[in-house]
């Protein structure tokens, strides 16, 4: 069974502090995604990352950044934590160059800044 | 640009009763087209896709959608509700350029027994 997998379901953070939010996929897929989910704003793209070292901003990249140093890993990073960054955070995955594929989400980490 | 309108927050239907949940996009070129239900306290799960072809696809969970062009429309359609549905779907627009996907701000289905 395919699996997109995040390193918390949970975390509770301190404004100001730095944090990592880690996703690994199994499926061996090129594409990976962070997106944020809010009430009523639905998924927004955070970053995205189409190969090992590459990156895109997504939508709203601001006080976030990423890293993928390994295929099936891609990192979130938040360098020093606000409350509104408090959010449900989604990573998702998908093979590349057919534009039909879908798209295979984790169970996402809802992240508390106090 | 591309954009995705679901005008319905929130819908409570009965079970048993019929479901169609509205989604309406803005796309340049022939969209590719998905529907996602997440379940409280789960990810994103695909329930259907359409890419081309047969304008009627039918999906998981008894679920189906119909594309309509005319009407830039791909509503989600369920002819028996059951309670297990009770969740937040998702519609969608694949990728034209690069690899972002755009997806609505979600509907959330109440099922009342």
């Known amino acids: 069974d395919v699996k997109v997998t995040q390193s918390s379901r949970y975390l509770v953070k301190r404004t100001g502090e730095k944090v990592f939010l880690e996703c690994v996929q199994d499926m061996d897929h090129e594409n990976m995604f962070w997106y944020r989910q809010d009430p009523g704003l639905g998924l927004r793209l955070i970053y995205f990352s189409y190969d090992v070292k590459m990156k895109e901003k997504g939508d709203i990249p601001e006080g976030y950044s990423v890293s993928r140093e390994k295929k099936e890993r891609f990192s979130l990073i938040l360098e020093s934590a606000s409350t509104n960054q408090t959010s449900m955070y989604l990573c998702?995955?998908?093979?590349?160059?057919?534009?039909?594929?879908?798209?295979?989400f984790g169970p996402g980490t809802r992240l508390t800044v106090l | 640009a591309q954009s995705v309108t679901q005008p319905d927050i929130h819908i409570t239907v009965s079970e048993g009763a019929s479901l169609e949940l509205r989604c309406n996009y803005s796309y340049g070129a022939t969209p590719y087209l998905f529907w996602y239900v997440q379940s409280p306290g789960q990810g994103l799960q695909l329930l259907l896709k359409?890419?081309?072809?047969?304008?009627l696809v039918q999906g998981i969970k008894g679920f189906e959608a119909e594309f309509k062009r005319s009407q830039s429309s791909f509503n989600l359609r369920k002819p028996s509700v059951h309670w297990s549905d009770a969740a937040e779907y998702f519609c969608?627009?694949?990728?034209?350029?690069?690899?972002?996907?755009?997806f609505g701000t979600g509907t959330s289905l109440t099922v009342i027994p």
């Open positions: 359409y890419f081309s072809g047969d304008t």
């Open positions: 998702a995955s998908s093979p590349a160059h057919e534009a039909y594929n879908e798209q295979f």
């Open positions: 969608a627009v694949g990728p034209n350029t690069g690899n972002q996907f755009y």
